[in-house]
């Protein structure tokens, strides 16, 4: 999971995508980057946030008219900071100049190498989009039907996900680029202003940026832009389209839209759906701060228990895309205080967006009940989560679910309430959740492996077999 910015028109960009980077931070913490192309190569990127990487003023006004940027989330190579100063993106080459940034996750590099004589400088998969694509470019007069035509040889050999903005040189005339996986698993929007235009991970990059959201762009397709101001597109491949059901659980912002579904509303409609199915006698709703709070908000006015804030939030990271368990605990640890003017002998209703490893919440119910609380009832708005994420997002083994027993054995809800120390555990249900984003989606981390594409199945389980703990199982 990565926040990806790709901005081209008449004037300079580089402002523009540094403030659109950090309305897509949220989406990665371990590196940032951004590249300008003015006829010269201009490249930023470093391990930390954008705060962090662009902290003087010659990394921000950089010339050019057409810039791709990128928040990393790690899901390939290792977690030390070498490895993730070498993972940065934007990755880039010369012959033909090609830069790209990706958001998803391509489990078949190994193949898509073979592909290519170029050799990967890195370990992220962004390579398997880079270098057989400049192999079809090379000393080529780029028009949209070449890339189209590049993109679908490439498209028709990749399995996973991946939305993928690309910038490359035609002489007078740069180009930007994008690309999505047949079925959409990783969101990508068109948005534009005064003949520049934006392609990003999240509508609400526009809000930041004074852009007008245009288009959610379709999985399969290729979209080619030129400074000018022309736009080609065109669908490779199309099928149903199944996002990331983890997109409207917990990666995208509140005020974001996917496929024109407001994020909020889905959120606070699961909550709605839990209070319906799973009422408790209770004093206070209160949420986990920030990830539960529209789920409470749906809770709460359907349930007609008043919400309150029991849990103050002193830090902006977000534990679960932490590169370790260690520094996951620390965020929680020292980035949570409790109210007890407010939490003193009262029956809590805790809300959540979803439990991964438990180690999170236990810590949040203890704390809630060390401040005073009576009771703390614990409701989630995501099914449990039950086998690791192969599209994208850094569960790395099956056996770091909490719903899932060391023999393979899904837990019940009481044995999962009892770990955690809640006096009683509710998850949102599959129909709610489905019912909620009202169109098809994956759900192959709820569902395993028949909420996957029909035609990844064999591949995630096969994936799923030589999993072992700590290690992706596509990278051992």
Request: net charge positive; hydrophobic share 35%.
């Amino acid at each position: 999971m990565c926040g990806i910015v790709g901005i081209i028109g008449g004037k300079a960009v580089s402002r523009i995508i540094y403030h659109s980077l950090f309305s897509v931070q949220h989406r990665g913490q371990s590196s940032a980057g951004m590249l300008l192309y003015d006829g010269n190569i201009h490249v930023t990127k470093d391990p930390g946030l954008v705060r962090e990487v662009f902290n003087d003023e010659k990394k921000i006004g950089v010339p050019g008219n057409v810039g791709i940027g990128h928040t990393r989330y790690s899901t390939a190579g290792m977690d030390d900071v070498e490895s993730l100063k070498n993972n940065a993106q934007p990755e880039y080459l010369v012959n033909p100049l090609l830069a790209a940034v990706q958001n998803g996750n391509i489990y078949n590099c190994s193949d898509i190498n073979k592909l290519t004589k170029r050799k990967p400088r890195t370990d992220s998969d962004v390579q398997c989009l880079l270098l057989p694509l400049a192999d079809k470019l090379y000393k080529k007069e780029l028009t949209a039907d070449l890339i189209f035509n590049s993109c679908k040889y490439l498209m028709n050999r990749l399995k996973g996900s991946y939305s993928a903005l690309f910038l490359a040189d035609s002489g007078e005339n740069p180009l930007l680029f994008g690309m999505t996986d047949p079925y959409k698993v990783r969101p990508l929007v068109l948005g534009k202003t005064d003949g520049m235009y934006c392609l990003t991970s999240e509508t609400r990059v526009f809000k930041k940026i004074n852009f007008e959201y245009v288009k959610d762009i379709p999985g399969g397709s290729v979209i080619v832009i030129d400074t000018e101001g022309n736009v080609h597109e065109k669908q490779i491949i199309k099928k149903q389209e199944k996002p990331c059901m983890f997109e409207f659980v917990y990666f995208a912002k509140p005020d974001s839209r996917i496929n024109k579904r407001s994020v909020h509303s889905v959120r606070a409609e699961l909550g709605r759906l839990l209070a319906k199915k799973y009422p408790v006698d209770a004093d206070l709703v209160i949420p986990v701060p920030e990830s539960g709070r529209h789920y409470a908000t749906g809770y709460s006015r359907e349930s007609g228990i008043p919400i309150d804030e029991g849990i103050m939030k002193d830090k902006d990271e977000r534990s679960f895309i932490q590169q370790t368990q260690e520094s996951r605990d620390k965020v929680v640890e020292e980035g949570l205080s409790y109210l007890r003017s407010v939490l003193k002998d009262k029956r809590i209703v805790l809300v959540d967006d979803s439990i991964v490893r438990g180690t999170n919440i236990r810590k949040l119910i203890n704390g809630l009940k060390n401040a005073g609380a009576r009771e703390v009832h614990v409701r989630i708005g995501c099914p449990p989560l039950i086998a690791p994420c192969y599209l994208g997002i850094d569960m790395r083994s099956k056996k770091e679910f909490i719903a899932r027993n060391k023999d393979g054995r899904i837990k019940t809800w009481d044995e999962i309430a009892e770990e955690i120390h809640a006096d009683s555990l509710a998850y949102s249900s599959m129909d709610s959740l489905s019912k909620a984003i009202g169109f098809d989606i994956c759900r192959g981390c709820i569902d395993f492996p028949d909420g996957y594409p029909t035609e990844m199945k064999e591949d995630v389980k096969q994936l799923f077999k030589i999993d072992r703990k700590g290690i992706r199982a596509y990278e051992s």
